[in-house]
């Protein structure tokens, strides 16, 4: 999964199916090599099988979170290695935000939760960008590079049939209802994303999405003071990189366009942002 090994050990025979359709595209591993995060998921006791159906998530034999309902194993899986990922990869800098890619450019877009950050991105990555990421913007602190590390796309409740109407070609996978986060279903990424997750993207702009229901759209230039605490408060490990990070964003601040994006018409937002990127080539 991009510059990450994970191993994953599942003897839980219903997930097995949806893991194979979703994950067809990535690059299976020999047993020898070098793995970062060994995760694993099934029942924690089998007895416990016909009592109360729960899986355990695990990484590196150690159980972060309480067991959760069988019935949302795979959302439990996925959570998990973003989980492990964010806490454990801070020979990078970490953003929390969506990530596409055309000619060689990324567009960020940093987000909080329920802004519409991954309806607005697996949109886009169904009308012609590469998807570098939903979750990650990996900055690469030698350079300040986006590295892609392009895993499945969480969509949540109303989000599922709004994607299935806008990109019927896009592989939804299974719906889970009454997750934490309510109904949760998974996007595959374009088998053209994960072919070319070693290609990394140079940051061209910063956009910082928010959909508002029946809002006209508005894209709008950012003030870069703004635009800076925004990125710095939006990094997973800002505080634990301190001046590295404070160069990166204030690297990747000045010498990307930053907007704010207000959407409620997932078409308009694409047309907007199409606009916005091409006008860039002349």
Known sequence: MGPFAVRLRVPFAPLVDSLHLLYADYPI??????VDLHVGLGPPNPLRRRVKPIVRFTIDARAPFPDSPAAHALPTLE????????TRANHLLMLHCAAIERDG?????????GHGKSTLCTALVHSGWRLLSDEFGLVRPEDGAILPIPRLIPLKNESIE??????????????FYGTRKGTVAHVRPPAESVERQGEVARPGWLVFPRWVKDAPL???PMPKA???LMVATNAFNYPVLGETAFRLVGD???TCECFSLTYSDLDEAVTALDRLTRGAHG
């Open 218 to 220: 508005t894209l709008e």
């Open 105 to 113: 450019q990324a567009v960020l877009f940093p987000a909080w939760p």
């Open 226 to 228: 703004q635009s800076f």
């Open 162 to 175: 709004v994607i299935r109407s806008f990109a019927p070609e896009a592989y939804i996978g299974p719906s």
């Open 252 to 254: 990747m601040v000045r």
């Open 79 to 86: 959570w998990g290695i973003n989980w492990g990922i964010a």
């Open 29 to 34: 591993l020999e047993d020898e090599a070098l």
